[in-house]
Every structure is written in structure tokens, then in C-alpha cells.
């Protein structure tokens, strides 16, 4: 087991806390009861839970919030050329650098539809954060595979409770998910390629369109007739066009 | 093993004539039915072919919605009627409610009421008509609603293949006829073959089906039996004939006509009684009356062969009219009964 | 820097030397002070293999496997896993290569991305199809393909001389490691000479010794050698190569023989520990033992590793084979201190500095005299050091990773398209649709067939399309060839009228030459096609610059293809091939070095005639000769008998008649019916299709359904359905045109009649089932008749029911 510091946040963390960010910005991107159900009963924190999660939480791999990947985030920073050494901290990271926490959002997609829309957005508070906070009043694109208008089919109370689809996808049990890409069938994938251990979406989009895995059953014919099975053209296959 | 759910096979879209407005149209149609497929295969908008031998299962109906959302499709025409058909079109209608409009376009005539599936599709348009799950019907045959008052009043035009300017280069086999007919009694086969075998100015005709037991009465001397054909290869194969015979005992507007007007070829046909062609010139000369009687076809061969072998290019020059203003006011058709 | 290494030897679980490297490779990886992320991609293996493999190598290496062809869902994969790809000699060779090529894009997939660098082996050639997709621009554009020299089977045949059997086996087999020495970006020898070896023996230029690195690779002794006595006066002798040819086990044996026939009484033994595949080589090295010696002399094929171990630390080595590309045995036995006996006129012996006669080795002249006197002296002589291997830094960590080309933008706007082959109007209408929806819609398109099938002398054009009448009744390849250069284009699409297109084909062509500015052809392997039924059923594999192939088969490439023209021009196309003119032309432009790039996946159909012969004797000695002359040969190549193939897949396919196709039967004879019952009735409580033959007549039904043509033979299931008949005869006919009332009664008295083929009558004893094979070899499109008769000399037709339950027909 992974020796933990008492105090284990980084400097960047450390400078996140001392800055003039209000609370309620920190508090957007951490759920403080999605991250208390991911500790056993006898573990729940005394201190604020953004404190123990960051001191603790984060060093174990838990998550703030059901939208964040903290795999994705790694990658994120693995890519950036980040030396990731055991006081880097995704959460901090990702706050920095106003980066996506999920693949299934996109900052451009989202930033750009809010542009064209004419909504203002302070240079203080992250795309994700304005996106939890702020989407259910304007409901422009944020993603090139997540279908708000294929997934609210599925749920249409969605649409007159005010939730956020993306967040409410990643709070659904995996297995009870409704589809939220009109060209990918979870149930399908996950009897033909993998289990539930990930999101079959977030993992076609990782990994599965690597291996050439395809997102329905009618994929191969549709992609044959003329182009060739690429893991750029299956994602392009899925693609949303949010114009 | 998956069902069948070809979403814009090659088949369904190479050949399809391109007018703006239809890109959120959707077209379901059978995939063995093969009349009702080239008609909407030529057609402008999306293509679906399902099956009503294998039906559909909950990935097929899943792919369906995944394809009427992603395209953002706003009107279905479901070209023919089945029982699979209809299941699809209450699961639509159900998941996609307001948001998607449900059209029913039917290849029936009365004379096919025999057959007791026709009519039960029929009835069943007609609940789904009232139940508010179909919002029109519209019929290929013109003045349908003499048969069924519910079904709109115009006709719905079909489409030829769009083959372009390449009609211009095919190259003709003088003296040869084309009967793509099957041997059944409304198809009139044996009526074409002798009107064809009677007339001087063809020496081959083609037939994709033996006229059984005319080698009997009559010396087929002149008929020559080849494979059935589709596609490319059909298109190809009418451009190559004089004349392609198709006068039949009951129809509807038929889609071989439409392919041999398309690569320029003529087609003798029953009246179709095209309100929108009652004057036209090319109609004019290749229906024919009286369908029962060889003598009259062969006199209506003999006058279209003649007008395609003037030098003045009358006959290309009238089906390249009568095909404009046909897709023309198909188009029109079709925007007009699905509201576009 | 990502590095896969391709292996079908893994050790310690995959035996071999081959595969004692990639072990060394990855240990001294794993101690490296710039390691590499290191892969390695090995054949097809069982999950639970595959796991011992993966478990062992945890930490050090990701493995990864080929996939079985038989799961992939590729229509190559599956022909080549169902025999149904054609050539069947070249198609046994090309599984490993497809196989490897499928494995490597499974692997980059797995490690979320492409590998800097891929090492292939020369051996089997198992690289080919991974250099031709990177040739295409389809894959691995941005890795570097290294090719290491283990042995190419291709040298060691010229070191085993005189051993192997002719055939296009194992002249594709030879072609395709050609293809990867050739063809790698990279070459990896371990010692100059064995590389100057390869130079020699593939008459390889300057240019592809550019890309040769030589390195000393990473030699570790895993064997616990323990305290290694002083082998005394009287030493055994071990030979523990492989048993083959070019290994030379005869001369050790003859002279342990010699030896013993100098030193009778010596002690020692004489131990050949080995294995080998060619048990008639082995008992012919056996028989080299005379009787008295056979205690002597001794054979040893089952051990384990301890046992050899202990009887090597006991012996003086010898290898005395004529050919090594290192051989780790040599080494291992060095640094096991026993004394190694080497043949000098070994490449990696002789020639190479490391190895230092009466120092570390002793080295004989190749000739087992010459051994057996070195054996002498080795009783006496003791190594007086230990053979260097000091590892050479890898190439791949000195490798800088490489951006693949830019690619130049090419335009395919301006390569005309030109089709040939058609054979009537009917025929290029049908070609003039099927262009009008292809990918060469947009390209400049010209038809060519004969004015005199087009009644006309003029070119009609319209838009970008043409239709250029020819001379004569059939169009002469020479006119073709002079229109092709007329155009004026640097490239042509040619199209023979039974080929056609897949839609990416045009993409992928121009992505072959984006990558390839030299290139002269490309095209692609061919599915073929029933034109009358629109089913697929087997793949013809196009073998491109393969030489063997190309001097052995008309395979190089379908007449579906992107050609340069001045490669037109250069070789041209030969009126004296007749119709085999394009094959001809094809092959002499591999068998000059033309740049052919076969994209290894389906991009051509074909309109498939399963009797089309692949090649014919006279086209292949025609083509020998010529490459013959043009190398200067005293010998007349023209006089070589060579095999011709033809090109029928190994399955055929079955079309079976059942009550479907029997339901449209009528009876036309005899006609009119002179009985009161009908003569032809589908009983389905009976089994089928009741033909009634009455006497005086053959009673004969048609069926509606037409068969396609080239049908080889079938299979007649017939019951008589009753007790009470004495037998009935029975028969297929069928017939090129409908037979009319004259053809059927001459049939009927049994006159033979053109393009009617009636197989011989049968008897069915009453009360019995009776399945016959029928020999067809039908080349036209047929109307299908059953007949049925009284046998001789019977009278009565009372219940005589022959009842046709199914027609298997064999195309």
C-alpha cells in the first residue's frame, strides 16, 4: 500500500486553495457526496471533503466527480510532456490549465458553439465548470460524439428536470446507461468486445476504435461500401455534426 | 446473425436523382421487393432496406433510431407496407413521436386485391391513419383515393435512374426487344411475345422468362432466353434493345419503363392514365389499348420502331421531355405530399 | 523509440535460435541505460500459451499475437484460411505474411499507437505484405521496417545444392523473402562477411548496402556451466546442429570414420545430438557408419537440455556447416570453455575476425579430411581464450525516429481510364452504366472495341467519355498499346471488360504513388465474382514483382490496374502472347525490376470463370527464353517443361436442385401425352419429382431454373419409389438452347446433338435409393432436363416411379 504524506497536497493544489478563486468554483468540479460514496463507512472524512480529497482521495485514485477521467487526464499530461511524479494532482491539473476532464467533452466544441450563441464566459472559471454550472440554460454542443438530443430521447424527463445529460450520463450505472450516440450500441459492444468494467463509449473512443472494434452491428457494411476500416474513419463514423 | 438494415446501400442510392429539400427524408422500403426498391432507389433522400422475411430485431430498431436522429430525418416514407413495416412505424412513432413524420406510399392497384395481404395492409394503413401514427397516404397509382377516400388525392410520381448524359452514347441493337416480364397472368407475357415475334422489324427478342407451351402453337424462332438481370447490368442490357415490351394487364407506373426511358430506350406499356402525361407524345405512342390482342401491339411496335429509326432524333428527343418533366414533377409529387 | 520485434520462436517457450535472440534482445534491454519500448508480435498461440508467454515476459516486454485468419473478419484472411485463394502454391506461402500484417495492426492498435520500428526476418518472407502495405500508403507510414539476416531459406539452398525438390511452392517462397531483404528499409546483419554473403548471392547494388547495419547482437549463456574440467587426452566428439544439408553432419561422420580407421583403439565417441525433419537424409547419414563403428559412432535424437548440456561439457565441438548467419551455438560453446572445431570456409567462420584459428577456435578446410585432421589436433589443443562477444550498441537506440515522407498531393484528375475486353453492344452499354457509378466517374474515359461490332469508324466522345472503334473483328493489343501512348498521360487506368473497380480503389491508388514516385504498377488482389449469381466465392492473389512467380505464372497482377506508360513503351504488348498478352507483358515488367506495388487487400472484382487457365506452357517457355537471352545463358530456356496451373479454387461450390427447383417441372416428351396420368408430378410424401417413363417413350421434364456455366459434374439422388416396377434408367440433359419437338426425339433415339450434353443412362432397381456421380464439364449456360426410360428389355412400365430427390451440381 502506497505510503500517503499527512499532507498531501502539491504546490499547485497549495496555490489553487490560496488563490481568489471562491469556493463555489472549486466546489463545481467536486461532488462532495459522489466522492463520500466512494469511501467506505468507516473512512468518511472529518474535514471538509474537497481537504480530504485532495490530501488523501486523490492519491488513491478517487474522483471528484462522475465526470472526470482521471485516465484521460494522465494521458492529457503524459502528452503535455508532465513529469508525473506522486504529488501531481489530475484535479489541480486540469484547473490550471482549463483542460477537459472527459473525453466525451470537448473545450473547443464547447467554446466555440458558446461564441456563436453570444454567451460570455469569465477567463476565471474553467470550460468545465461553466459547462456543469451553465449548460441547461443555453444547450449548445459540447461534444463530437455525445447526442444531447439522442440521449434526452431516452430520458426525456431530462429535458424538464434541468440536468446536465453529460453529468447525468456518468451518474447512471454503467449497465443502465442509455445510449447517448445514435451510431453506437453499448449493449453490442460490450457483448462483443468488453465488460462493463468501463464505459463502452469512453472506451470505443480510447482504445476500441484502435483495435478496429466497430460501434454497431451494421458498422462494416456501412464503412466497406467505400472506404476502409480505419480507427479515423470509425471515429468519424460516430461522429456528431453540431452545426 | 444480424437482420437485415442496409442504411444507403450503393444499390439504393447510385442511381438516385438529386433535388434539394429531401436530405431529411427518409425512405423504408423491403430489400426483395424489387420494383418497390428501384422506386426508391431513385428517389432523392435517405434509404433504408429492411426484410420482412427475416423482420427486425432490437439492434436493427436501435440503428434505425440511431440513423433517423443522426441525420436529423423529419419525414419517413415507408415505400410499400408489411407487417414489419408497420411494427417499425408504431416503434418510430412511439420514440420519435411529433418530431418525425410518418408518410405511407403504396404500389397497389385494385386488381391486386386478390391476394389477400394487400388488402390487410390496406386496413391496417387505415387504423394507423386514424390513430394519428401515419400522417398521409399516397398512392402510385393515380386515383387511388377512388379506392380508398383516406388516401391523398394526387398521384406520387416516380422517379427514372438518374443516368446523366451517358444515355447519349449507348449503342443500340437494331432489331432487338427486351421482355422483362414474368409469366403470370397480370403480366401479359405471352400477348408481348407474339405482338413481338409478329413484328417484322425485330429479328431477337430477349426474355428473361419462357413463355411455356407457346413453343407449341408458334415457332419461337426469334427468342433468345437470358438471365435475369439488375442494376448496371439491366440498365446496360436495355440501352442495347430496340424496344422493351411491358404491356401489362395491370399496373401501376411501372419502374421498367423508367429504366428503359432512362438509357433511351422505348417501352410499350398499358395506358397508364397519367393525368400529368395526357397529352405527352411519347405516351402517346407507346401505350397501347388494347392489351389483349398481339395484332395491336404489333402495330404500336411497328410505329415506334419506325419514329426511333428516323434520322431527326424525334424519339430520343421526346423521352429526354418526357423524363425532364417526369423526375420535374415527381419531385413536386413528393414535396408536396410530404409537406416539405 | 517503439520497437516489434516479429518472431515465430519465443524462448524459452518457442525453440530455436531465432528465438534465443529475441530472449537476448530483450534481457539486454531491460540492463540498457536507453532502453526501448521494446514489443515483440509472434504467431498465433493458445490463450493459455500466450499468457505463460505474457507472464514471463511481464515488465520487460509487451507481447502481442497474431491472429488466427480464420477469426478475422477479411475477406483475404479468410480465403487463405479456407484454401480458397488462389495461386494455391503462392496462397500457402502468404498466410504468414497476411498473418503477421493483420498481427501488426493488431498490435499497434493494443499499444494505442504506431511502432517507430519494426525488425522482420528474412526467413519465410513473412514481412511481405507488411512492406507492400506500407509500399501502398495504406499502413505504417511512419515506422521504419528493418529486415534482420537470420538465414533466408533462399541461401541456404545454395549452400545445401542439389537437395530440394522444384516447385512454385517454393519458388514463392523464395520470392517473398526476396521481397523483404529487398524491400525493408533497414537490413541487420550480425557479421560482414555473412552480409557480403547475401550481397553475393542476391546480386544485390551498392544502393541496398546503404541501408545495411551490422552489429554483433547480445550473446548470454543462461546454462549454469558450472566447474568445467580439462577433457583429458581422449576427448568425444559432439556434432549438435540441426540435421540438414547445409549443417554438413556427413562430414563429421566421415570424418569420425576417417579417424577411426587412423586411431582404432582411440576411446572417445563420436556423438551426433540432434534432430531433424528428412527422415530418408537421416538414414543415409546413418548408413555412413560402417557396422564396426556403430558403438562408435553414435546417434542420440531424444535428450533433454541437461542431458546435451552434460555430454557438450564433455566434448570437443564441431560445426562444421558451410553456412551461419552467427550461430549462437558456436558462441555458447566458446564461452563454455570446450574446445570448437569451425569450418573455415564458413562465411561466419572463416571470414570473421572474432573467430582466431588455434586461439580461441581451431578452423578446417571444409572438407572432412581436412576435419578429421583438425580432430587430431584437437586432442591436444585447449582454447586459450574465449571468443568475444562484446554486444554491439542495438541499431534502434541509435535509430532517429522518422516522420514518414510528405507525401506530394497527387492528382489523379488527369490519368485516363482505358477500358478493353468488351466483347459486344450489349457489353459496353452494361460497361458504360457500371463507369458512370465507379470511381472513375470523373476520369477521362475511353471504350475500345472493334468498329465492326459498333457499325461505325468514328470515335463518339461526350464529355470525358469515348467510344474508339478499332480495326477489325477483335481488338489487337498493338492498337492498344498505341492509343495508350497517344494519350499522352504519364499513367493509364487499364480495365479489362470482366474487371472492375472497388470503390476505394482510385484512393488507394493514388496514395501508392504519393508514396512512390518510381512506381510502374499497382493494383490489388481480385475477389471473383459470379456474374450470374452476384455471390463472391474465393480471392486470386496477385504475386507483383515476385520474379519466380512472374518467370512460373500469369499471377503478377489483374488487367485491373494503374499502369505507368512509359513502362508500356519499354516492354510493350506482345501480339504473339495472343490473348495472354497482358499477363505477358505483366510478367516481363516484374521480371525487369518494374516497380509493382500490390496493395495486400481487395480493391479489383472479377466476373470469375473457374476453368480460366493461369498460365500455359507455351507463354511460360516463351518468357523463360526471353529472360534467358536477355541474361546472356548459353542454355535455351524455351526447352524448360514447366507445370501449368488451373485456376480453379480448391472448393467448389454446390448448387443444389430440391423441390424448389423441381416444383416448375412440365413434362415436354413426349408430347402430346399419350396416357391418361400425368408422366412428371411433385410428390413431396415421395421425396421429390416423379418422372414416369412409359413404353416406346423417354419421358423427358423440363425445369425452369437455368445453370450457370462451367459445371464440372454432379450428384443424381434418385429413389424408385415402388416394388412393383423392374427398374427404371434415368439421365440429365442439358442443353446450350431450348430443345424443340425435333431435338427431343432425336434425343430421345439417342443421337448426340451440338451443345446438348446428355449423361449416360442409369438404372435404379425397384424399391431403392441410388446417388450417382455424373461427369458435366459444361462451358455454357444450360437448360436443365430429367430424363427417364425403360431399361432394356423391359416392357412393362407399371409403377415405375423414379422419383428425383436432389441434383447436386459441382461448379
Redesign the interface.
Known sequence: MKKVRATGMNSGVKALISSALADSFLHTLFDSNFYAQQLPQFAQPSERAIIHFLNVGENFGLSPHPVFDRKYVLEQAKENGVDIKDNFSPFAYVLQNDLSPNRLFSKEIYSRHLKNAGVEKSDKETHIEHFLTNWVKYRVPFSPYF?V??YE?NNPHLIMSGTNPLDHYFRVPRRERA?A?????AG?YVNTYSSWENDPLVDFIA?GC???NLP???A???LL????IT?ENLLKYIE??ND | MTKTCDFNAIRDYQFAQQFDGFEQVLHIFNADWHGVRAASAYAPGQKIAISERDGLDGEAIRHIFGIISKYKINRIVFQAYSHVASSLCESIHRQFSGDVQIFVITHVTSTQFENGFEMEMQALLLQQISKGIVKRLGSVKPRFNSVIPAYWPETILNFSPNIGALALQMNTVEGTAFVPIENSWRKNLYTNMLAVHNCEAISTVFSVNFPTGLEKIRTMDKLSLTSFKRGPDLLGFMASTEVVMNVTLAECQPMTQLEALAVGTPCMTAPLRLIEFEDDPLLELTEVEALDSPHFLTKALDRVIAVGRQEDNELQEMIDSHLEKRNLLAALSYAEFLSL | MKVCLLSNEMYPFLPGGIGRLMYNFCMQNAESETPVDLHYLLTAASEEDQTKIRDFYEGKAQIHFCPDLADLDDEIAKALSNEQAFHPEFAANYKEPQSYYQGLLKAEAESHGPFDLVEIADMGGWGQAIIAAKKSGLAFQNTQIACRLHSSIGIITEFERYSHHPSTWFSAKLDLERESILGADIVVGHVPSVVAENARHYNLSKKWANKVVVEFPPILLDTDVGDVSDLGPTPDFAFSSRLQPFKRPDIFIRAAVLFMERHPDYPGLFRVMSYGWDENYIISLQSLVPLELRSKIVFQYEYTAEERNEVLKNSVIVVPSNYESLCLFAYESSMMKRPVILAGDCAAFGDFDRWKDKENCLLFDGSFIGLADVMETALTWRPSSVVSTKTDQPYWERLRRKNGRKAKVVSAANIPVVYFGIHDRYHLNEKLVRHAVSPFAQQEAHFLLPGSILNTRETQKLGLTSIVPTSGNELSCTELEQFIIQLESEYVFLARGDHRPRAPFLEAAKKALSANPELDMFSSHTLNVDPFVETSYGVTLSTGKAPGMAMLESTVAPPMAMIRVSAIEKIGFAPQAGDSWFAAFTRKLALAGGEIIISPQVLVEAESRTNERSNSKKLSAGIMDDEGIRMGLAPRLVGMDVRVTNKQVQNTRIISYTDGEFASAECVWPSPNPRDFSLIVLQQDRGGLLTHPIRDHITVAKLASKLPPFIKSAHLHLRNASAENQGVDFGLILSKNILTWEDLDRVSKGEALANVIFTPWQTLLSMGDKTSAVAINSDFEAHVYLAARLPEGVDDDGHCWAIWKEIDFFQ
Open positions: 447526442d438530443q439522442f430521447l445510449d450516440n445514435p451510431m453506437f450500441h453490442y482504445q484502435g483495435q478496429l454497431n452491428p451494421y462494416a457494411q456501412e461500401s467505400d472506404a476502409f480507427p456528431i455534426r
